[in-house]
Structure formats: structure tokens, C-alpha cells
């Protein structure tokens, strides 16, 4: 078979583009804010496409986290337009607007990627061009990351416009990156994270070249900030497919770029899969539970179960555990308290009944969670059933009689209003 050559000079291909009658996405599925955005900049003469993730998770039958807009308008012209406007961000400049309360919608200005000689002379002025070169449709939809997210919904026509092959990869159900996945990897190595996220939270295929472009460029995801990474990591709990993108890292070989000193281990997937499906029955996931059940396995291993370790050895062995990951991603003190909290609770719980200090620990704060932990631990191992079973009967009961009122109460309010000043019993105190 030959290819057709092809000529540099032509011009580039036509975006496939749907008419309305087409497509399924009705003005209705449109959050109104946003609606109201992309009516106003159309009205004084721009372009207004709803774009990115809200496109491609209407177009699947999805309900959009969020409805982002793009536009021919600069961020300074989107300001004059609102009076409800804020621009923010250095690095990726963009206009918020505000409609009530905590309805926020943002407007960014199409982009391209940055040319050599776009950029200035001095390159620790690099990053304040580089995602800040304002471009056209064509170009904004080729700097994205996958074919799927870089559709775009134009307010004026009511159609889907197609730069990039995204309705074909999306009919196909398979997640393509946009270019060559080496280059657009190694341009931003979070971008093998989100490749790994995408197709396990819409359960598409992952395009063989951008799987073997991971295998190749996993080291650089070590280089990548590691805020990002750490809000990408949350990204996947919130998303309930931790368990599963770790288990695809650990098989392309990214995660021990990813997570330096992260086991990885079946039990520890395990573990995941079932924190996913917690949070999927709509428990909020919290970081210091995520650290606690990406961290217990290691913990365990460091403290086995065994009579002459002390509840003091088991804080300072979860401090240990904890320590490398919450230092290199500048995790609050408050979250690694409570994370290890969790993993002492942990150590508590599997020792069974009858320790001393035991109806303290029955009042603390983090004990139903740490219960909560060990549970799924239980059913994923197998082990400690009979020691749940004795847990879960005298928190029932504690539970049962709580409305009564006790004498203790008043034993205890120092120890509460000691809490209260210092460390945080909830909450993120870091953010
Ligand atoms: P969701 O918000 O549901 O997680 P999303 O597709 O909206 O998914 P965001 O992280 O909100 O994802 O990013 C918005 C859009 O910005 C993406 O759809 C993509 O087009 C573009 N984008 C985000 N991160 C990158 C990146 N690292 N490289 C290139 N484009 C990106
Ligand atoms: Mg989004």
C-alpha cells in the first residue's frame, strides 16, 4: 500500500464539522452561566466555543464537571465585556466570571504553542510566554492533550467542530494524543498521568503508541512539579480509579517515577479498587485517607503484628513511612498527622480489644475512619475478621448509647477543647 505523499505546501485539512441536527448536545445539558457567556461574546463579535472536557462528556451522555468556554477575545476584551470578570493566573493567563454564588466560569482565549522565537531572550521569563500565545481555533485545539478532549461546541451554529479526529476516537472509545505522543510527552510529562486517567475513567483503549511513548518516557514524570502530580493524584481517588491507574502505571513501568518508594503491590491495588468503590457509594475521599491506603501495605510490613511494639513504635514507624512522600510533595502538617493517625488507628485496631487506652481511643476523632480502613483491608486480605466483628460490636454500642447523657462528658471536654486549639480533627488545614 502507498501512502499519499504529502505536500507542505497545501493547506491544512478542514475540521470535521456536525450541524446540530447531527449531534446530540441540546442547549438544555448547558450550565446557564456559561450559556449566558458564550451569548454575550458571540453578540459582540467573537468566537464562542464551550470546549474541552464539557464537549467530549456531553457528547458521551456524561454530566460535565464543569462547562469551560473558549475565545477570539483577549482576557483584557473578556474583562470589558464583564463586569462580574477576574483575571487570573500568570503562567496560563485566564478570565473568571462569576455568576451568584459559587458559579465560576472561566474563559480562556484561544492558544497555540509557543515558537523559538515567540520566546524572550531571558529564559527564566520563559514560562510567562510559553502557554500565553494566543493563537486560532485550529491551533487552541491542537495544543490540547487527546483527540477527545479538544472538541469544540460553537454557540453560533450549534455545531461540534472536529480539528483533531476526536468524534472518531470518541466513536471508537479509544484515547489518542494529539501529535506525536513522544514529543507531547516529553514537552509535559504530566500528560502520561492523564493519558492513564481518561481511559480508565471513560473505560476507553489507550492507543498503542501512546502506550509504548509512556513505557519509553516514564522517567520524566520524576521532573514534573510536583504540585501537579500531587493534585493529579487526588484527581484519580476523587475519580474513583485509583486502584486501576495505578495498576497501568505500575504495568507501563511509570509508577516508581511517579511515586518514588511506593511498593505497588497487589494487596495495595487491592486495597484501592475497594477505596474507589467507597467512594463511588459517595463517601468524600480525603487526602489523609489516601495516603494512609497508599501507604498501609508498606506500614505493615515495617510494623508487623507483634506483642512488644508499642503504640509509640507505631507513630514513629507511620511517620516514617509517610515521610518521603510528604516532604517531596510539601504535604500540609495537618494531613500527615491525620494520615498517620489513620495507620496508628490502624495498628490499634489490629491488636485487638482490651489495650489500655482503649475507650480513648474509642472517642478519638479519626477512629471510625481508621475502622473504616481496616474494614477494607479485612476484606481485601481476608484476615482479621473475628477482630472487626469485636471492633464493630462496641462501636455499635458506643454509637447506640451516645444520645444518653454521660457522666464522662464533662471528663472529657478538656481533652476536646485541647483539640480545637491545636491540631486539626478534619478538614484541610493546608489548603
Ligand atoms: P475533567 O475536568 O472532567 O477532569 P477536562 O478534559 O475538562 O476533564 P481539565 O484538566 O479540566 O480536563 O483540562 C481542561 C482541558 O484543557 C482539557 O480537556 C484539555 O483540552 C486541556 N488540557 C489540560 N491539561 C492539559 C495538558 N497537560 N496538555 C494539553 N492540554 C491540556
Ligand atoms: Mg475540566
Keep these: 500500500m502507498t501512502l499519499p505523499q504529502k505536500d507542505p505546501s497545501a493547506p491544512p485539512p478542514e475540521p470535521v464539522i456536525l450541524p446540530r441536527s447531527e449531534h446530540p448536545i441540546s442547549r438544555k445539558q448547558i450550565d446557564e452561566g456559561s450559556l449566558k457567556v458564550l451569548y454575550r461574546l458571540s453578540r459582540n463579535g467573537h ?39 477576574f483575571l487570573v493566573g500568570r503562567r496560563f493567563r485566564l478570565a473568571h466570571i462569576r455568576f451568584g454564588g459559587d458559579n465560576l466560569i472561566e474563559v480562556a482565549t484561544f492558544r497555540r ?21 494566543f493563537g486560532t481555533p485550529r491551533e487552541d485545539a491542537f495544543r490540547r492533550d487527546f483527540t477527545i478532549n479538544a472538541l469544540f461546541y460553537d454557540i453560533k451554529t450549534f455545531s461540534i467542530i472536529d480539528y483533531v479526529g476526536g468524534l472518531e476516537d470518541l466513536q471508537a472509545r479509544r484515547l489518542r494524543v494529539i501529535g506525536n505522543p513522544l514529543v507531547r510527552f516529553t514537552e509535559d ?51 474513583q480509579v485509583a486502584g486501576k491507574v495505578l495498576r497501568s502505571a505500575q504495568g507501563l513501568a511509570l509508577l516508581p517515577h511517579l ?13 484501592l479498587d475497594q477505596v474507589d468503590a467507597r467512594t463511588a457509594q459517595g463517601v468524600a475521599i480525603d487526602e489523609p485517607f489516601a495516603l494512609a491506603a497508599l501507604y498501609l501495605s508498606r506500614f505493615l510490613r515495617t510494623c508487623p503484628q507483634d506483642e512488644q511494639l508499642m503504640v509509640t513504635d507505631a507513630v514513629r514507624l507511620a511517620g516514617l513511612v509517610l515521610a518521603p512522600h510528604c516532604s517531596y510533595f510539601h504535604v500540609a ?10 495507620l496508628v488507628g490502624f495498628f490499634r485496631l489490629r491488636r485487638g480489644r482490651g489495650h489500655r487506652g482503649e475507650r480513648r481511643f474509642l472517642q478519638h476523632p479519626m477512629t471510625p475512619q481508621a475502622l473504616e480502613l481496616f474494614s477494607l483491608w479485612s476484606k481485601t486480605s481476608g484476615q482479621f475478621g473475628e477482630v472487626l466483628e469485636a471492633w464493630n460490636q462496641i462501636l455499635n454500642q458506643a454509637e447506640e448509647s451516645s444520645p444518653q447523657p454521660k457522666k464522662k462528658t464533662t471528663r472529657r471536654r478538656p481533652r476536646r477543647s485541647r483539640r480545637g486549639r491545636g491540631k486539626p480533627s478534619g478538614g484541610n488545614p493546608g489548603n
Design 47 to 85: 468566537l464562542a466555543y464551550l470546549v474541552g472536557g464539557s464537549v467530549r462528556d456531553l457528547l458521551l451522555g456524561r454530566t460535565p464537571k464543569d462547562f469551560d468556554v473558549g475565545t477570539d477575545a483577549t482576557p483584557n476584551r473578556v474583562k470589558k465585556l464583564f463586569r462580574n470578570c
Design 333 to 342: 502538617h495537618g494531613i500527615r498527622h491525620q494520615a498517620r493517625e489513620l
Design 259 to 271: 511515586l518514588a518508594g511506593f511498593g505497588g503491590d497487589s494487596a495495595t491495588f487491592e486495597l
Design 189 to 239: 510529562p504530566v500528560r502520561m498521568l492523564r493519558a492513564l486517567e481518561f481511559a480508565a475513567r471513560l473505560d476507553f483503549s489507550l492507543d498503542e503508541a501512546v502506550r509504548s511513548a509512556i513505557s519509553l518516557r516514564a522517567p520524566l514524570i520524576a521532573e514534573a512539579a510536583p504540585a501537579r502530580i500531587r493534585e493529579e493524584i487526588m484527581e484519580l481517588f476523587r475519580h
Design 113 to 133: 504553542q509557543a515558537r523559538p522565537e515567540d520566546l524572550p531572550e531571558d529564559p527564566a521569563e520563559h514560562f510567562m510566554v510559553t502557554e500565553n500565545v
